[in-house]
């Protein structure tokens, strides 16, 4: 279920999503679409909805958790989200009496990648966010990309250092190949980040390869050894192998990197 047309954010270098879609950023009213879950429940008994829209606003979970409850309406729910402090433990209590669940963007766990993304999130809140996320009992996945432009293997080792540390605090986590997208901010002002787009595989793109498998199974070998929280249910082993088998495909799709441009 898609709920928003544009972004509120926008503004992520490696993201084309914000150049689907003309005019402002819009989104139907949270008190509409808890009605429509009421109603869904009621005729079809859907009990779960995942909102597939690239970035939900943590004011807009806010209202749309809130009027959930005010209206007794027993479904679970899932959606993408920033690293933003908004999401304070109050908040993410309240999500999680409502059913929620939550897929973050992190993306890079270096602030000077973060930066230079346009990510607009601060490294430095990962952690007080997803402890929170735990003690209130919500799930959480994490998506991260390997081979950003201009990452150094320095960096990379840093997230997935930061990673496998705390596979106690996230459900699973999904790690991606960097790929140019064609109407991304990378690929429209390249000069403005200093890279330069390569049609064919090059050495360092192996050796991102490799890095990138090695550790989304060393990572989802760890987190199937920890019971995460799943509205009360653990969650299972087939979602971390699953996760695997999609980076394994991934990487065999990719044909066009960017690499350093100096």
Same mark, same amino acid.
């Given at each position: 279920?898609?709920?928003?047309?544009s972004r509120y954010w926008g503004r992520c270098a490696f993201c084309s999503?914000?150049?689907?879609?003309?005019?402002?950023?819009?989104?139907?009213?949270?008190?509409?679409?808890?009605?429509?879950?009421?109603?869904?429940?009621?005729?079809?008994?859907?009990?779960?909805?995942?909102?597939?829209?690239?970035?939900?606003?943590?004011?807009?979970?806010?209202?749309?958790?809130?009027?959930?409850?005010?209206?007794?309406?027993?479904?679970?729910?899932?959606?993408?989200?920033?690293?933003?402090?908004?999401?304070?433990?109050?908040?993410?209590?309240?999500l999680a009496k409502a059913g929620c669940r939550l897929t973050f963007g992190?993306?890079?766990?270096?602030?000077?990648?973060?930066?230079?993304?346009?990510?607009?999130?601060?490294?430095?809140?990962?952690?007080?966010?997803?402890?929170?996320?735990?003690?209130?009992?919500?799930?959480?996945?994490?998506?991260?990309?390997? #081979? @950003? +432009?201009?990452?150094? %293997? =320095?960096?990379?080792?840093?997230? $997935?250092? /930061?990673?496998?540390?705390?596979?106690?605090?996230?459900?699973?986590?999904?790690?991606?190949l960097f790929t140019l997208e064609p109407e991304s901010p990378f690929a429209?002002?390249?000069?403005?980040?200093?890279?330069?787009?390569?049609?064919?595989?090059?050495?360092?793109?192996?050796?991102?390869?490799?890095?990138?498998?090695?550790?989304?199974?060393?990572?989802?070998?760890?987190?199937?050894?920890?019971?995460?929280?799943?509205?009360?249910? #653990? @969650? +299972?082993?087939?979602? %971390? =192998?699953?996760?695997?088998?999609? $980076?394994? /495909?991934?990487?065999?799709?990719?044909?066009?990197?960017?690499?350093?441009?100096?």
């Amino acid at each position: 279920t898609t709920l928003f047309r544009s972004r509120y954010w926008g503004r992520c270098a490696f993201c084309s999503y914000a150049e689907c879609y003309s005019g402002p950023y819009r989104v139907m009213p949270a008190t509409a679409v808890a009605r429509i879950a009421e109603s869904f429940l009621e005729q079809f008994g859907c009990e779960q909805y995942q909102f597939v829209d690239d970035c939900a606003s943590p004011a807009f979970l806010a209202h749309f958790g809130a009027a959930l409850l005010s209206r007794g309406v027993p479904v679970t729910w899932s959606a993408c989200v920033r690293f933003e402090k908004q999401f304070t433990p109050e908040l993410l209590r309240s999500l999680a009496k409502a059913g929620c669940r939550l897929t973050f963007g992190l993306e890079t766990a270096d602030q000077r990648l973060l930066d230079y993304i346009r990510k607009g999130t601060r490294a430095e809140n990962y952690l007080p966010i997803l402890k929170a996320c735990k003690e209130a009992n919500i799930a959480t996945h994490l998506n991260w990309i390997a #081979g @950003l +432009p201009t990452e150094t %293997a =320095e960096e990379l080792a840093g997230t $997935v250092q /930061f990673l496998e540390d705390h596979t106690d605090l996230y459900a699973y986590q999904f790690g991606h190949l960097f790929t140019l997208e064609p109407e991304s901010p990378f690929a429209k002002a390249s000069h403005e980040f200093g890279v330069e787009a390569v049609a064919e595989s090059s050495s360092r793109t192996a050796e991102v390869r490799e890095r990138l498998f090695a550790a989304t199974t060393s990572i989802g070998a760890r987190c199937q050894t920890h019971e995460a929280p799943l509205n009360g249910d #653990g @969650l +299972p082993q087939w979602q %971390a =192998e699953v996760a695997r088998e999609r $980076v394994s /495909f991934e990487l065999e799709s990719v044909n066009e990197i960017v690499r350093l441009g100096h």
